[in-house]
């Protein structure tokens, strides 16, 4: 009766959504823009990234479309298997696919490929899961932001805790957001596929066709140590959704349409990667840190490197080792170096 019941709103969640025309993506391009990303040579820039290693994710079965990936970050010290010399990496299934985690292991300093930890099943569903982004020892951010053609006037945030699974339980803990976004246009519809953390605060950008518009999101009070509930074992998210709203932080031109599909912050190195389908954008954060918002006037372009064309990246993170790992869709991932140009 309880699957008959979960099938039963599913199917009217998704009629709900489906009978409301597609409006796209109806952001308003302002008449000036926060940050332009400029026309360089690549002797031009302040950073250059040079490809060190590449190749395929292992194959796994149900993993056939990946738009996020994050380091779950110090994750080692729960896992006793895990070596000081390995990142944890989440990965997960894009729209209708299977509600699942999957966790490799990737080796830094080397270009050796990764290995799989393990997977994770999930009791929460997947209208268009997006990005990733790390929020600390075990805990992450997966966002439900797409749109699948569809006007969501509403997104789902779910804050995912694994280190109930590394203690022997066979579910993460897991608390449900909705995000409330500001109207941008006369239908204030939006998409959004790149998430990041920066200090403590969420943001995200929204995709568009050479137009993208920063939000910062303030997260629950009650978000930053949620655990499992023993009293609701059946039920381990938050029975109440809460609503936040996010706020619209200002506008980034980018060049030839590009469309931003993936994002992540290097707290250490002060730089936040922002990936396209074609390209990886480097901006160099001159915000302080004692500054508890990033001001998008101090976000400064200060690098690139351009993918192969033929293929369709959606998934960037930062290593402990400070390179750059972007991740196709399909599988394929390339690890990137940065240093200063010259």
């Not at 299934?93 to 050796?112: A, I």
């Not at 976004?181 to 568009?208: I, M, N, Q, S, W």
């Not at 064309?309 to 959606?314: G, N």
Request: include cysteine; proline fraction near 5%.
């Amino acid at each position: 009766m309880d699957l008959m019941k979960r099938e039963f709103f599913k199917i009217s969640f998704l009629l709900l959504i489906f009978t409301v025309p597609f409006s796209g993506c109806s952001s308003e391009k302002p008449s000036q823009y926060d940050i332009v990303w400029p026309q360089l040579e690549e002797d031009q820039w302040e950073l250059k990234m040079e490809l060190v290693g590449q190749g395929e994710f292992p194959a796994i079965r149900g993993l056939d479309e990946n738009s996020g990936v994050a380091r779950v970050s110090h994750l080692n010290r729960i896992s006793k298997e895990v070596g000081t010399d390995e990142d944890i990496l989440v990965c997960h299934n894009d729209s209708f696919r299977l509600n699942s985690l999957y966790l490799f292991r990737m080796p830094l300093g080397g270009v050796d490929p990764p290995t799989v930890e393990k997977k994770v099943c999930l009791s929460i569903f997947n209208f268009d899961w997006e990005d990733v982004a790390s929020l600390g020892t075990g805990r992450f951010l997966l966002a439900d932001t797409g749109d699948n053609l569809c006007f969501r006037r509403l997104k789902t945030l779910y804050l995912i805790d694994l280190r109930p699974v590394y203690s022997g339980r066979r579910t993460p803990a897991v608390m449900l957001l909705t995000v409330a976004h500001p109207h941008l246009g006369v239908k204030g519809a939006f998409d959004c596929e790149a998430f990041f953390v920066c200090r403590g605060v969420v943001y995200y950008l929204t995709k568009d066709y050479g137009c993208s518009f920063l939000h910062s999101i303030s997260l629950p009070d009650e978000a930053g140590e949620f655990a499992f509930n023993e009293e609701k074992k059946n039920k381990n998210w938050s029975t109440v959704p809460k609503t936040i709203y996010a706020k619209n932080c200002g506008s980034i031109s980018l060049p030839d349409k590009m469309r931003i599909t993936g994002a992540d912050y290097c707290e250490s190195q002060k730089l936040l990667a922002v990936q396209t389908y074609t390209k990886v954008l480097l901006y160099r954060d001159l915000n302080d840190e004692s500054s508890p918002r990033l001001d998008i006037l101090k976000l400064k372009p200060a690098g690139e490197y351009r993918l192969p064309f033929q293929r369709k990246f959606e998934a960037v993170s930062f290593l402990s080792d400070g390179r750059v790992l972007v991740l196709g869709e399909l599988g394929d991932y390339f690890l990137l170096s940065v240093s200063n140009n010259g």
